[in-house]
């Protein structure tokens, strides 16, 4: 994976243009119902706990282009009468030609779990 850079997933206006176009190409994930930006406002805009933490996952760059995404979603949990704040893994897209870069991600997640718990609820 020469010149491939990985790193959190900054929301900002022109870092969301960039992941909705790699979201939305044709050859991408086709969602059931909706489109990306009712998904990702969503996640992150209208989601009530989108405060309790501000990390919203991870994206790999090649060449200064995305190629591939691994989202998650803050949450709360109740615990003994108090919210403690989760993330929730979602869609994990990767172009075909960097499946190594997949695998990089989930394990990043897998360690990120040490300092809070992650559920994996059925990302794609």
């Known amino acids: 994976m020469p010149d491939t850079t990985f790193q959190e997933y900054q929301d900002s206006d022109a870092e969301r243009a960039e992941l909705l176009a790699f979201l939305k190409r044709p050859d991408g994930l086709a969602l059931i119902q909706g489109t990306w930006e009712d998904r990702i ?3 992150w805009d209208e989601n ?4 309790l933490l501000p990390y919203r996952g991870r ?7 995305v190629v591939g995404f691994a989202g998650s979603l803050p949450a709360g949990y109740a615990l003994h009468g108090q919210t403690i704040p989760v993330l929730l893994a979602t ?7 960097y499946p190594k870069a997949g695998l990089s991600m989930l ?4 360690s990120l779990s040490e300092e809070i718990p992650i559920f994996h609820t059925t990302p794609s």
């Not at 869609?91 to 030609?97: A, K, R, S």
């Open 41 to 43: 406002r969503h996640w």
């Open 48 to 51: 009530p706990y989108a405060d």
């Open 91 to 97: 869609t994990l897209e990767v172009l075909p030609e």
């Open 59 to 65: 994206v790999i760059f090649h060449q200064g282009r």
């Open 107 to 110: 394990l990043k997640m897998r």
